[in-house]
């Protein structure tokens, strides 16, 4: 039996409306988590935290940055600065997938330590997208899948013209907009690099989203299953990839 980290566990933020429209509340919240605690109470410790950015370190698109650590004296500090000295209510919208609730949970009992006062409301699937893509909702954990390019990772969630569509944070900033416009233009892979460097820490500074930590994929296979690679767990049959490295022994 072993697992690969794969998928995204993050928290959108809705920057249309209080509290949120606040980037120090929302910085408030990436002080006041501690990813692993997540990590630990949602997949029993298994996976990977993220940094920034749904890609591993491991990963090619990985874009090295300094995340930010665990402070929950700065968390209060940017809180009071937002103008919630005493802390503030908010709700939590997910839909009724474990991880997504379990991490609600998680993410939940923390930010009572920095005064963050939270509750859950759990919807079926079909209305959570669509309460998301109209704007309705404060707070959201939602877990989503594998990215597998940067254009594929942040073009169509922070792209002011996605917005109503998959932009879910509703973020509309002018020059992250040109630098992904650039981004899905541009043929050469340092250039491309240089660009999405940029992305990443407009991301980090802005936090439309908090990236927190991979999913799990167990994997268990017989042991004359031969030639398995691990990070092939989401695509069995693309081009390329997948199945075609593996044999039965028998």
């Known amino acids: 039996m072993d697992y690969d980290s794969m998928g995204n566990g ?56 300094k995340d ?17 000295p005493n802390g503030l209510k908010t709700e939590f919208l997910t839909y009724s997938t474990t991880y997504d609730v379990a991490g609600c949970e998680a993410t939940v009992g923390q ?48 792209h002011s013209s996605e917005i109503d569509k998959n932009n879910w944070s509703r973020y509309s900033n002018k020059e992250l907009d040109a630098l992904l416009e650039q981004g899905r233009t541009t043929m050469k892979w340092e250039d491309r690099k240089a660009i999405y460097t940029k992305v990443v820490e407009i991301i980090k500074e802005d936090l439309p989203i908090h990236y927190v930590c991979k999913n799990v994929i167990g994997i268990a ?23 075609k490295y593996w044999w039965l022994d028998k």
């Open 68 to 84: 930010r650590e665990l402070d929950l004296a700065k968390a209060k500090q940017l809180l009071a600065e937002a103008g919630y």
């Open 221 to 243: 296979l017989r042991d004359y299953v031969k030639g398995y690679r691990k990070g092939f767990s989401m695509r069995f049959a693309w081009h390329g990839g997948g199945a």
């Open 111 to 158: 930010l009572k330590e920095i005064g963050i006062d939270a509750t859950i409301k759990v919807v079926d699937r079909t209305p959570y997208y669509a309460m998301m893509r109209k704007g309705d909702y404060s707070v959201s954990y939602r877990g989503d899948s594998e990215r597998f390019d940067w254009d594929d990772a942040y073009y169509m969630y922070f």
């Open 10 to 65: 993050w928290i959108w933020f809705n920057m249309s409306k209080p509290p949120f429209d606040n980037k120090k509340v929302r910085q408030a919240i990436a002080y006041g988590l501690d990813k692993e605690k997540v990590l630990k109470a949602v997949y029993w410790g298994l996976g990977e935290i993220e940094n920034n950015q749904p890609f591993l370190k491991n990963s090619r698109f990985y874009v090295p940055t």
